[in-house]
């Protein structure tokens, strides 16, 4: 699966939108996006993936660049409960054939915090 | 939430002590992990299975075993516990492999 790098930190402000950033240069084209995120002693909670269109969903957005070597996250009214380590993922899908049995690569993640 | 429960969620354990840690899924899917979490290692993959009595190695294996004799039940063993086998435990499902994985709520593991 390919590598992708995220910032270490980000900050937020309450009600307003975060937007987490995800670079993904080497991604293949069998390869989807997905985020997920952990909030502290908590499980990781899936949030969203896309292949290459844009998606939205009751938690967030992704945009994903037309070359789709980077995405973004976007949490449109972030909250205090937002507050959590965020992942992005790359990895094939299940039609990819060869050895994958799944497994999912999570990298360090962005600490996102929002503040009043 | 996906309906996935593991138990139990807290266990402070001696060494050499066998220990098995359950994840239950109301779900009916066919796909169940065990991962590991530790400081610095991100999350890690100790078994999976594909179906009942159908298990694999993932990639820290080593010290572990695992049982799906029902499709809502994985459980994972520690034969004899090690204090490098305290780590939060995260079980987690899926329909199909390579389709999106959902978590449950994790054990804290704690070797003495």
């Known amino acids: 699966d390919a590598k992708t790098t995220q910032p270490p930190s980000m900050d937020c402000a309450e009600g307003r939108a975060a937007n987490l950033p995800c670079n993904h240069s080497t991604i293949s084209g069998n390869e989807y996006v997905y985020w997920y995120r952990q909030i502290h002693s908590q499980g990781p909670q899936y949030i969203i993936h896309?292949?290459?269109n844009n998606e939205t969903n009751e938690m967030a957005s992704l945009i994903i660049t037309e070359d789709r070597k980077s995405s973004t996250l976007i949490l449109p009214h972030a909250t205090l409960r937002d507050t959590a380590v965020y992942y992005c993922?790359?990895?094939?899908?299940?039609?990819?054939?060869?050895?994958?049995?799944?497994?999912?690569?999570f990298g360090q993640g962005t600490i996102l915090t929002v503040h009043p | 939430d996906a309906g996935i429960t593991q138990s139990p969620r807290h266990k402070v354990t001696e060494t050499g002590t066998p220990v098995t840690l359950r994840c239950h899924q109301t779900e009916n899917h066919r796909y169940m992990y065990w991962y590991r979490q530790d400081p610095g290692h991100g999350l890690r993959l100790i078994h999976y299975s594909y179906g009942v009595k159908d298990t694999d190695k993932g990639e820290v294996s080593d010290g572990y075993s695992v049982s799906r004799s029902k499709t809502e039940d994985f459980l994972l063993t520690l034969e004899s516990a090690t204090s490098s086998q305290t780590s939060v435990y995260f079980c987690?499902?899926?329909?199909?492999?390579?389709?999106?994985?959902?978590f449950g709520p994790g054990t804290r593991l704690l070797v003495l």
């Open positions: 896309g292949l290459k």
């Open positions: 993922i790359v990895r094939a899908d299940s039609n990819a054939g060869g050895t994958s049995y799944g497994k999912l690569t």
């Open positions: 987690a499902i899926s329909i199909r492999v390579g389709e999106t994985q959902y």
